[in-house]
Protein backbone atom coordinates (compact mmCIF):
# COMPACT_ATOMS: atom_id res chain seq x y z
CA UNK A 1 0.00 0.00 0.00
CA UNK A 2 0.97 3.25 -0.69
CA UNK A 3 0.98 6.89 0.89
CA UNK A 4 0.59 10.43 -0.26
CA UNK A 5 0.77 13.38 2.11
CA UNK A 6 -0.57 16.78 1.30
CA UNK A 7 0.82 19.20 3.65
CA UNK A 8 -1.32 22.93 4.35
CA UNK A 9 0.46 25.61 6.60
CA UNK A 10 3.38 26.41 8.97
CA UNK A 11 6.57 23.91 9.85
CA UNK A 12 4.42 22.26 13.04
CA UNK A 13 2.06 21.06 10.22
CA UNK A 14 5.00 20.05 8.04
CA UNK A 15 6.93 18.66 11.37
CA UNK A 16 3.47 16.63 12.13
CA UNK A 17 3.67 15.20 8.45
CA UNK A 18 6.89 13.67 8.79
CA UNK A 19 5.23 12.13 11.55
CA UNK A 20 2.53 11.03 10.13
CA UNK A 21 4.89 9.41 7.05
CA UNK A 22 6.58 7.67 10.28
CA UNK A 23 2.95 6.26 11.70
CA UNK A 24 2.47 4.47 8.05
CA UNK A 25 5.97 3.48 7.46
CA UNK A 26 5.81 1.38 10.95
CA UNK A 27 2.63 0.06 9.65
CA UNK A 28 4.17 -1.39 6.26
CA UNK A 29 3.00 1.39 3.86
CA UNK A 30 5.33 2.81 0.91
CA UNK A 31 5.62 6.36 0.63
CA UNK A 32 4.51 7.58 -2.80
CA UNK A 33 6.32 9.99 -4.84
CA UNK A 34 3.18 11.00 -7.16
CA UNK A 35 -0.53 11.36 -5.43
CA UNK A 36 -2.26 9.42 -8.38
CA UNK A 37 -0.24 6.46 -7.31
CA UNK A 38 -1.22 6.07 -3.72
CA UNK A 39 -3.72 4.06 -2.13
CA UNK A 40 -4.06 6.30 0.70
CA UNK A 41 -4.05 10.43 0.49
CA UNK A 42 -3.77 12.11 3.84
CA UNK A 43 -4.43 16.09 4.10
CA UNK A 44 -2.87 18.12 7.01
CA UNK A 45 -4.71 20.80 7.11
CA UNK A 46 -4.48 24.32 8.00
CA UNK A 47 -7.20 26.72 8.53
CA UNK A 48 -5.64 29.89 9.52
CA UNK A 49 -6.26 31.87 6.39
CA UNK A 50 -8.01 30.78 4.00
CA UNK A 51 -11.75 28.29 4.01
CA UNK A 52 -10.18 25.14 4.45
CA UNK A 53 -13.11 23.60 2.87
CA UNK A 54 -12.54 25.92 -0.75
CA UNK A 55 -8.75 25.04 -0.56
CA UNK A 56 -9.05 21.24 -0.81
CA UNK A 57 -12.19 21.34 -2.95
CA UNK A 58 -10.72 21.13 -6.24
CA UNK A 59 -8.65 18.19 -5.11
CA UNK A 60 -11.84 16.25 -4.20
CA UNK A 61 -12.86 15.96 -7.78
CA UNK A 62 -10.09 14.33 -8.68
CA UNK A 63 -9.47 12.11 -5.73
CA UNK A 64 -13.45 10.57 -6.88
CA UNK A 65 -11.70 9.42 -9.98
CA UNK A 66 -8.82 7.85 -8.41
CA UNK A 67 -11.76 5.62 -6.23
CA UNK A 68 -13.26 4.74 -9.50
CA UNK A 69 -9.88 3.13 -10.75
CA UNK A 70 -8.59 1.93 -7.43
CA UNK A 71 -11.30 0.15 -4.87
CA UNK A 72 -8.71 0.39 -1.79
CA UNK A 73 -8.25 3.88 -2.11
CA UNK A 74 -8.72 6.29 0.63
CA UNK A 75 -8.82 9.53 2.07
CA UNK A 76 -7.91 10.74 5.48
CA UNK A 77 -7.94 14.07 6.73
CA UNK A 78 -6.43 15.59 9.95
CA UNK A 79 -4.16 18.80 10.84
CA UNK A 80 -6.13 22.48 12.07
CA UNK A 81 -9.38 21.76 11.54
CA UNK A 82 -12.55 23.85 12.71
CA UNK A 83 -14.62 22.34 14.39
CA UNK A 84 -17.18 24.19 12.14
CA UNK A 85 -15.76 22.23 9.42
CA UNK A 86 -15.48 18.40 11.28
CA UNK A 87 -18.72 17.74 9.67
CA UNK A 88 -18.59 18.87 6.49
CA UNK A 89 -15.04 16.82 6.17
CA UNK A 90 -15.99 13.76 7.66
CA UNK A 91 -18.86 13.36 4.89
CA UNK A 92 -16.10 14.47 2.49
CA UNK A 93 -13.19 11.92 3.63
CA UNK A 94 -13.03 8.21 4.64
CA UNK A 95 -11.57 9.13 8.22
CA UNK A 96 -11.07 12.20 10.02
CA UNK A 97 -8.55 11.82 12.54
CA UNK A 98 -7.20 14.32 15.27
CA UNK A 99 -3.83 14.73 14.97
CA UNK A 100 -3.15 13.83 18.53
CA UNK A 101 -4.03 10.69 18.12
CA UNK A 102 -2.25 10.20 14.78
CA UNK A 103 -0.73 7.23 16.12
CA UNK A 104 -3.74 5.47 15.76
CA UNK A 105 -4.05 6.03 12.07
CA UNK A 106 -3.39 2.69 10.57
CA UNK A 107 -6.20 0.58 13.27
CA UNK A 108 -8.63 3.48 12.41
CA UNK A 109 -8.00 2.52 8.66
CA UNK A 110 -8.05 -1.11 9.57
CA UNK A 111 -11.54 -0.73 11.34
CA UNK A 112 -12.79 1.05 7.90
CA UNK A 113 -11.65 -1.14 5.53
CA UNK A 114 -13.84 -3.84 7.21
CA UNK A 115 -16.61 -1.66 7.03
CA UNK A 116 -16.68 -2.02 3.53
CA UNK A 117 -16.21 -4.88 0.96
CA UNK A 118 -13.22 -3.27 -0.32
CA UNK A 119 -10.86 -3.87 2.56
CA UNK A 120 -11.90 -7.96 2.53
CA UNK A 121 -9.49 -7.59 -0.90
CA UNK A 122 -7.10 -5.96 1.21
CA UNK A 123 -4.55 -9.00 2.90
CA UNK A 124 -1.93 -6.80 3.99
CA UNK A 125 -4.58 -4.73 5.66
CA UNK A 126 -6.56 -7.65 7.47
CA UNK A 127 -3.88 -10.15 8.15
CA UNK A 128 -1.41 -8.87 10.44
CA UNK A 129 0.04 -10.58 13.04
CA UNK A 130 -1.09 -9.79 16.56
CA UNK A 131 2.70 -9.59 18.19
CA UNK A 132 3.89 -7.37 15.03
CA UNK A 133 0.76 -5.09 15.84
CA UNK A 134 2.44 -5.10 19.69
CA UNK A 135 5.95 -4.16 18.82
CA UNK A 136 4.62 -1.62 16.44
CA UNK A 137 2.33 -0.06 18.92
CA UNK A 138 3.06 3.99 19.71
CA UNK A 139 1.11 5.35 22.76
CA UNK A 140 1.63 8.73 22.49
CA UNK A 141 2.19 11.45 18.98
CA UNK A 142 4.81 13.08 20.21
CA UNK A 143 6.68 9.39 20.39
CA UNK A 144 6.27 8.57 17.24
CA UNK A 145 9.36 8.44 15.18
CA UNK A 146 9.34 11.03 12.53
CA UNK A 147 10.26 10.22 9.10
CA UNK A 148 12.33 13.44 8.31
CA UNK A 149 12.31 14.93 4.61
CA UNK A 150 15.77 16.23 5.05
CA UNK A 151 19.12 14.87 6.14
CA UNK A 152 20.18 17.87 7.57
CA UNK A 153 17.40 19.93 9.37
CA UNK A 154 14.88 18.19 11.03
CA UNK A 155 12.13 19.99 12.68
CA UNK A 156 11.76 18.62 16.56
CA UNK A 157 8.04 19.56 18.26
CA UNK A 158 8.24 20.55 22.32
CA UNK A 159 5.17 21.57 22.57
CA UNK A 160 1.65 21.83 20.58
CA UNK A 161 -1.48 23.90 21.32
CA UNK A 162 -1.88 27.64 22.26
CA UNK A 163 -3.58 29.47 24.99
CA UNK A 164 -3.60 33.04 23.79
CA UNK A 165 -6.81 33.68 21.83
CA UNK A 166 -5.73 36.33 19.83
CA UNK A 167 -8.89 38.22 18.57
CA UNK A 168 -8.37 36.49 14.59
CA UNK A 169 -6.46 33.11 15.16
CA UNK A 170 -8.27 29.84 14.79
CA UNK A 171 -4.95 27.69 16.34
CA UNK A 172 -6.05 27.47 20.41
CA UNK A 173 -9.26 26.23 18.31
CA UNK A 174 -8.07 23.95 16.06
CA UNK A 175 -4.95 22.64 18.24
CA UNK A 176 -6.43 23.11 21.38
CA UNK A 177 -4.75 23.90 24.60
CA UNK A 178 -0.97 24.24 25.24
CA UNK A 179 0.88 20.62 25.95
CA UNK A 180 4.64 20.60 26.55
CA UNK A 181 6.93 17.83 25.72
CA UNK A 182 9.15 15.78 28.04
CA UNK A 183 12.56 17.46 28.69
CA UNK A 184 14.08 13.85 28.02
CA UNK A 185 11.59 12.91 25.00
CA UNK A 186 13.22 15.88 23.39
CA UNK A 187 16.89 15.16 24.42
CA UNK A 188 17.03 12.11 23.30
CA UNK A 189 15.29 13.04 19.94
CA UNK A 190 17.69 16.00 19.43
CA UNK A 191 20.94 13.30 20.44
CA UNK A 192 19.83 10.62 18.17
CA UNK A 193 19.57 13.30 14.95
CA UNK A 194 22.97 14.55 15.52
CA UNK A 195 24.47 11.25 16.01
CA UNK A 196 22.82 10.74 12.84
CA UNK A 197 24.38 13.90 10.98
CA UNK A 198 21.94 16.35 11.38
CA UNK A 199 23.41 19.85 11.25
CA UNK A 200 19.92 22.21 12.60
CA UNK A 201 17.53 21.48 14.84
CA UNK A 202 14.44 23.13 14.63
CA UNK A 203 12.48 23.42 17.98
CA UNK A 204 8.54 23.77 17.01
CA UNK A 205 5.71 24.81 19.27
CA UNK A 206 3.05 27.81 18.74
CA UNK A 207 4.94 29.46 21.14
CA UNK A 208 7.71 28.10 22.76
CA UNK A 209 8.70 30.50 25.48
CA UNK A 210 4.94 29.16 27.16
CA UNK A 211 7.05 25.65 27.32
CA UNK A 212 7.22 24.52 31.05
CA UNK A 213 7.04 20.81 31.32
CA UNK A 214 7.23 20.71 35.01
CA UNK A 215 7.93 23.23 38.22
CA UNK A 216 11.90 23.50 37.40
CA UNK A 217 12.26 23.51 33.27
CA UNK A 218 11.39 25.88 30.99
CA UNK A 219 12.34 26.97 27.59
CA UNK A 220 15.91 28.98 28.33
CA UNK A 221 16.88 26.01 30.52
CA UNK A 222 15.41 23.28 27.96
CA UNK A 223 18.20 25.64 24.91
CA UNK A 224 20.75 25.15 27.26
CA UNK A 225 19.89 21.40 27.95
CA UNK A 226 20.32 20.69 24.02
CA UNK A 227 23.31 23.10 23.79
CA UNK A 228 25.45 20.30 26.18
CA UNK A 229 24.95 17.80 23.61
CA UNK A 230 28.22 16.98 22.38
CA UNK A 231 28.50 17.90 18.42
CA UNK A 232 28.30 20.27 15.75
CA UNK A 233 24.85 21.61 14.82
CA UNK A 234 22.91 24.89 15.38
CA UNK A 235 20.07 25.40 17.24
CA UNK A 236 16.86 27.57 15.67
CA UNK A 237 13.32 28.20 17.21
CA UNK A 238 9.94 28.92 15.85
CA UNK A 239 7.87 30.94 17.17
CA UNK A 240 8.10 33.46 20.19
CA UNK A 241 5.13 35.62 21.37
CA UNK A 242 6.65 39.18 21.84
CA UNK A 243 4.52 39.20 25.44
CA UNK A 244 6.77 36.19 26.80
CA UNK A 245 10.15 37.42 25.99
CA UNK A 246 12.46 37.63 28.99
CA UNK A 247 15.68 39.18 28.92
CA UNK A 248 16.64 35.47 30.15
CA UNK A 249 15.75 33.85 27.04
CA UNK A 250 17.98 36.69 25.29
CA UNK A 251 21.06 36.07 27.69
CA UNK A 252 20.74 32.16 26.93
CA UNK A 253 20.44 32.75 23.13
CA UNK A 254 23.70 35.14 23.49
CA UNK A 255 25.70 32.59 25.55
CA UNK A 256 24.43 29.31 24.15
CA UNK A 257 27.40 28.87 21.14
CA UNK A 258 24.67 26.37 19.63
CA UNK A 259 21.63 28.89 19.42
CA UNK A 260 22.11 30.75 16.34
CA UNK A 261 21.32 34.76 15.66
CA UNK A 262 17.89 34.62 14.53
CA UNK A 263 14.71 35.52 16.26
CA UNK A 264 11.19 35.35 14.97
CA UNK A 265 8.95 37.56 16.92
CA UNK A 266 5.39 38.43 15.59
CA UNK A 267 4.41 42.01 15.43
CA UNK A 268 0.66 41.67 13.98
CA UNK A 269 0.20 45.27 14.13
CA UNK A 270 2.16 48.57 15.12
CA UNK A 271 -1.14 50.43 16.48
CA UNK A 272 -2.03 50.10 20.06
CA UNK A 273 -5.69 50.19 19.63
CA UNK A 274 -5.64 47.14 17.04
CA UNK A 275 -3.15 45.50 19.13
CA UNK A 276 -5.81 45.28 22.01
CA UNK A 277 -8.68 44.59 19.63
CA UNK A 278 -6.64 41.75 18.85
CA UNK A 279 -5.65 40.50 22.20
CA UNK A 280 -1.87 40.74 22.19
CA UNK A 281 -1.48 41.50 25.25
CA UNK A 282 1.93 44.28 24.46
CA UNK A 283 2.35 47.64 22.98
CA UNK A 284 4.02 48.77 19.65
CA UNK A 285 6.96 50.73 22.62
CA UNK A 286 6.87 47.31 24.13
CA UNK A 287 7.90 45.88 20.85
CA UNK A 288 10.73 48.49 20.34
CA UNK A 289 12.03 47.96 23.47
CA UNK A 290 12.18 43.86 23.10
CA UNK A 291 14.02 44.78 20.41
CA UNK A 292 16.33 46.94 21.56
CA UNK A 293 17.03 44.70 24.07
CA UNK A 294 17.94 42.01 21.56
CA UNK A 295 20.53 43.76 19.57
CA UNK A 296 21.85 45.28 22.37
CA UNK A 297 22.93 41.46 23.93
CA UNK A 298 23.00 39.25 20.52
CA UNK A 299 25.15 40.68 17.70
CA UNK A 300 24.38 40.78 14.48
CA UNK A 301 21.28 39.06 15.15
CA UNK A 302 18.28 38.45 12.33
CA UNK A 303 14.61 39.39 13.34
CA UNK A 304 12.29 38.01 11.51
CA UNK A 305 8.01 38.95 12.14
CA UNK A 306 4.43 38.39 10.95
CA UNK A 307 2.07 41.32 10.30
CA UNK A 308 -1.98 41.02 9.35
CA UNK A 309 -2.52 44.07 7.55
CA UNK A 310 -6.36 45.27 7.33
CA UNK A 311 -7.62 44.40 10.70
CA UNK A 312 -11.51 45.07 11.31
CA UNK A 313 -11.53 48.82 11.64
CA UNK A 314 -7.69 49.78 10.67
CA UNK A 315 -8.30 53.01 9.52
CA UNK A 316 -5.02 54.07 7.54
CA UNK A 317 -3.81 56.11 10.20
CA UNK A 318 -3.23 52.98 12.64
CA UNK A 319 -1.81 51.05 9.51
CA UNK A 320 1.01 54.07 8.85
CA UNK A 321 1.57 53.19 12.73
CA UNK A 322 2.44 49.43 11.48
CA UNK A 323 4.46 51.04 8.47
CA UNK A 324 6.47 53.44 10.84
CA UNK A 325 7.75 50.37 13.41
CA UNK A 326 8.56 48.35 10.16
CA UNK A 327 10.78 51.03 9.01
CA UNK A 328 12.31 51.73 12.64
CA UNK A 329 13.34 48.13 13.52
CA UNK A 330 14.36 47.31 9.93
CA UNK A 331 13.14 43.39 9.79
CA UNK A 332 15.05 40.70 8.11
CA UNK A 333 12.19 39.48 6.85
CA UNK A 334 7.99 40.27 7.32
CA UNK A 335 5.30 37.68 6.24
CA UNK A 336 2.45 39.63 6.04
CA UNK A 337 -1.19 38.49 5.64
CA UNK A 338 -4.13 40.11 4.98
CA UNK A 339 -6.94 39.71 7.27
CA UNK A 340 -9.70 37.19 6.47
CA UNK A 341 -12.68 36.27 9.48
CA UNK A 342 -12.37 32.87 10.85
CA UNK A 343 -15.52 31.26 11.89
CA UNK A 344 -15.42 30.56 15.63
CA UNK A 345 -12.88 33.27 16.25
CA UNK A 346 -13.82 36.56 18.94
CA UNK A 347 -12.62 38.59 15.31
CA UNK A 348 -14.96 36.79 13.02
CA UNK A 349 -18.03 39.15 14.66
CA UNK A 350 -16.28 42.30 14.34
CA UNK A 351 -17.28 44.10 10.91
CA UNK A 352 -14.33 42.82 8.30
CA UNK A 353 -14.76 46.44 6.91
CA UNK A 354 -11.48 46.97 5.14
CA UNK A 355 -12.03 45.85 0.95
CA UNK A 356 -9.93 42.78 -0.28
CA UNK A 357 -8.07 45.93 -2.77
CA UNK A 358 -7.47 48.14 0.04
CA UNK A 359 -5.63 45.26 2.34
CA UNK A 360 -3.97 44.54 -1.07
CA UNK A 361 -2.63 47.86 -1.13
CA UNK A 362 -1.39 48.04 2.22
CA UNK A 363 0.42 44.69 1.89
CA UNK A 364 1.89 46.09 -1.27
CA UNK A 365 3.23 49.43 0.58
CA UNK A 366 4.55 47.09 3.30
CA UNK A 367 6.50 45.00 0.87
CA UNK A 368 8.60 48.21 -0.14
CA UNK A 369 9.73 48.91 3.10
CA UNK A 370 10.58 45.12 3.67
CA UNK A 371 12.60 44.97 0.60
CA UNK A 372 14.36 48.21 1.31
CA UNK A 373 15.47 46.91 4.78
CA UNK A 374 15.97 43.43 3.99
CA UNK A 375 18.51 44.74 1.42
CA UNK A 376 20.41 47.25 3.59
CA UNK A 377 20.65 44.80 6.53
CA UNK A 378 22.42 41.81 3.93
CA UNK A 379 24.90 44.22 2.15
CA UNK A 380 26.31 44.52 5.98
CA UNK A 381 27.31 40.80 4.77
CA UNK A 382 29.40 41.78 1.92
CA UNK A 383 33.14 41.30 2.48
CA UNK A 384 32.51 38.77 6.38
CA UNK A 385 33.40 35.54 6.01
CA UNK A 386 30.75 33.67 7.86
CA UNK A 387 29.70 30.01 8.72
CA UNK A 388 27.28 28.49 5.67
CA UNK A 389 25.45 25.09 5.61
CA UNK A 390 25.63 23.62 2.76
CA UNK A 391 22.53 22.09 1.55
CA UNK A 392 22.61 21.43 -2.29
CA UNK A 393 25.73 21.68 -5.25
CA UNK A 394 24.84 21.72 -8.26
CA UNK A 395 26.92 22.10 -11.66
CA UNK A 396 27.45 25.67 -11.06
CA UNK A 397 26.92 26.43 -7.14
CA UNK A 398 26.46 25.40 -3.92
CA UNK A 399 23.65 26.38 -1.84
CA UNK A 400 23.01 26.63 1.91
CA UNK A 401 22.17 29.17 4.98
CA UNK A 402 23.27 31.17 7.38
CA UNK A 403 23.26 30.75 10.89
CA UNK A 404 20.77 34.28 10.73
CA UNK A 405 18.18 32.06 8.20
CA UNK A 406 19.93 33.93 5.11
CA UNK A 407 19.76 31.91 1.89
CA UNK A 408 23.41 32.31 0.27
CA UNK A 409 24.39 30.83 -3.45
CA UNK A 410 28.05 29.68 -3.92
CA UNK A 411 30.10 30.11 -6.96
CA UNK A 412 31.14 26.75 -7.42
CA UNK A 413 34.33 25.31 -9.22
CA UNK A 414 32.91 24.98 -12.75
CA UNK A 415 32.97 29.55 -12.93
CA UNK A 416 35.62 29.59 -15.61
CA UNK A 417 37.32 32.77 -13.35
CA UNK A 418 37.62 30.65 -10.60
CA UNK A 419 38.15 27.22 -12.19
CA UNK A 420 42.00 27.43 -10.66
CA UNK A 421 41.18 29.28 -7.31
CA UNK A 422 38.53 27.15 -6.40
CA UNK A 423 38.78 23.39 -7.73
CA UNK A 424 41.37 23.06 -4.90
CA UNK A 425 38.86 23.91 -2.54
CA UNK A 426 36.13 21.96 -3.83
CA UNK A 427 36.28 19.07 -1.00
CA UNK A 428 35.86 22.06 1.67
CA UNK A 429 31.78 22.17 0.62
CA UNK A 430 30.31 18.76 1.36
CA UNK A 431 26.14 18.66 1.37
CA UNK A 432 25.43 18.67 4.84
CA UNK A 433 27.98 20.13 6.41
CA UNK A 434 29.42 23.66 7.49
CA UNK A 435 31.67 25.86 5.04
CA UNK A 436 33.20 29.09 5.80
CA UNK A 437 31.97 31.39 2.94
CA UNK A 438 32.93 34.96 1.83
CA UNK A 439 30.08 37.39 0.90
CA UNK A 440 30.26 38.97 -1.68
CA UNK A 441 26.91 40.47 -3.09
CA UNK A 442 23.32 40.76 -1.43
CA UNK A 443 20.06 41.18 -2.77
CA UNK A 444 16.67 41.39 -0.45
CA UNK A 445 16.42 37.62 -0.08
CA UNK A 446 19.61 36.38 -0.08
CA UNK A 447 23.66 36.58 -0.54
CA UNK A 448 26.28 35.69 -2.63
CA UNK A 449 29.55 34.14 -1.57
CA UNK A 450 32.71 31.86 -2.80
CA UNK A 451 34.41 29.55 -0.72
CA UNK A 452 37.60 30.32 1.56
CA UNK A 453 40.11 27.94 2.53
N1 LIG B 1 1.80 31.49 17.02
C1 LIG B 1 2.30 32.33 16.00
C2 LIG B 1 1.35 32.55 14.85
C3 LIG B 1 0.79 31.36 14.17
S1 LIG B 1 -0.36 31.69 12.91
C4 LIG B 1 2.61 33.64 16.65
O1 LIG B 1 1.80 34.17 17.39
O2 LIG B 1 3.68 34.10 16.36
C5 LIG B 1 0.71 32.39 11.68
C6 LIG B 1 0.35 33.77 11.23
O3 LIG B 1 -0.85 33.76 10.50
C7 LIG B 1 0.08 34.77 12.35
O4 LIG B 1 1.23 35.30 12.90
C8 LIG B 1 -0.75 35.82 11.66
O5 LIG B 1 0.06 36.84 11.11
C9 LIG B 1 -1.43 35.03 10.53
N2 LIG B 1 -2.87 34.91 10.79
C10 LIG B 1 -3.47 34.21 11.76
N3 LIG B 1 -4.82 34.35 11.69
C11 LIG B 1 -5.05 35.16 10.63
C12 LIG B 1 -6.25 35.69 10.04
N4 LIG B 1 -7.44 35.41 10.53
N5 LIG B 1 -6.11 36.47 8.94
C13 LIG B 1 -4.89 36.76 8.43
N6 LIG B 1 -3.75 36.31 8.97
C14 LIG B 1 -3.82 35.52 10.05
FE1 LIG C 1 -2.63 32.27 17.18
FE2 LIG C 1 -1.99 34.15 18.91
FE3 LIG C 1 -1.65 31.59 19.57
FE4 LIG C 1 -0.07 32.72 17.73
S1 LIG C 1 -0.17 33.27 19.89
S2 LIG C 1 -1.09 30.72 17.60
S3 LIG C 1 -1.45 34.13 16.71
S4 LIG C 1 -3.60 32.59 19.22
FE1 LIG D 1 -2.21 26.51 10.10
FE2 LIG D 1 -2.34 24.93 12.16
FE3 LIG D 1 -0.07 26.06 11.54
S1 LIG D 1 -3.92 26.36 11.53
S2 LIG D 1 -0.66 27.97 10.61
S3 LIG D 1 -1.13 24.60 10.33
S4 LIG D 1 -0.81 25.59 13.60
Same mark, same amino acid.
Given at each position: ?14 S ?10 L????K ?19 ? %? ?16 K ?9 ? !?? $???? #??RFD ?31 ? =??I??E ?8 T???? @? ?5 H ?7 V???T?C??F?S? !?V ?11 ? +? ?5 E +? ?12 ? $????V ?8 T?F ?9 ? =??D? &?????T ?7 E ?7 ? !? ?8 L ?14 R ?9 L ?9 ? +? ?7 V? @? ?6 ? @? ?10 ? /? ?8 ? =???G?V ?5 DD?? &???? #????D?? *? ?14 I? #? ?7 KID??? %? ?5 ? /?? *???? /??FC ?8 ? #????A?K ?12 ? %? &?? $?E ?5
Amino acid at each position: MKYFIRTYGCQMNHSDSERIAGVLELANYEKSTKEDEADLIVINMCSVRES %AVSRISGNFHKYKNYKKKNPNFKTVITG !CI $LPSD #KDRFDKLFDLIIDIKEIEKLPERLKKDYFKSDSKVQN =PSITQESPAKAENNTINDY @FSINPQHNSKITAYVPIMTGCNNFCSY !CVVPYTRGREKSRS +VDEILNE +VRNLVKNGYREIIL $LGQNVNSYKPNENTDFPKLLQLINDI =PGDF &WIKFLTSHPKDISEELIKTIAQ !CEKCTECIHLALQSGDNEILEKMNRKYTSEHFLALIKMIRKIISD +VAITTDIIVG @FPGETEEQ @FQNTAEIMKKVK /FDMVYINKYS =PRSGTVSAKMNDDVS &WEEK #KKREDFL *NIILEKNALENNQEYIG #KTIDVLIEKIDKDY %AYGKTRS /FK *NVKI /FHFCHPELVEEIS #KKKDAMKIGEFAKIKITQAN %A &WG $LEGKIIE
